[in-house]
């Protein structure tokens, strides 16, 4: 039986449509991400971001916008504890 945590390690470095899932990349100014947010049982979200600008201190200007809210997936086992 496949776990959630299984699947989620799985999924590092496969193509999907052309691009790459990653848990991590570098930030580029003027550069769009996709970042898909789940926690189960609570919500599901997928966002975009673009690097708009590095401020002279390195901090980025970062725009966001929420592009679609799913339902939120179920997980079975015990309660998260928080």
Do not use: C, H
């Not at 990653?22 to 599901?44: H, K, M, Q, T, W």
């Not at 690097?51 to 966001?64: A, F, H, P």
């Amino acid at each position: 039986m496949k776990t959630v945590r299984s699947e989620q390690r799985q999924a590092r470095g496969r193509a999907v449509g052309g691009s790459v899932i990653s848990e991590s990349v570098p930030a580029v100014v003027g550069a769009s991400y996709l970042l898909r947010s789940i926690l189960f049982n609570r919500s599901d979200k997928l966002v975009v971001l673009r690097i708009e600008k590095q401020t002279e201190d390195g901090s980025l200007i970062i725009l966001w916008k929420i592009l679609r809210v799913f339902d939120p997936p179920t997980a079975g086992g015990p309660d998260p504890v928080e």
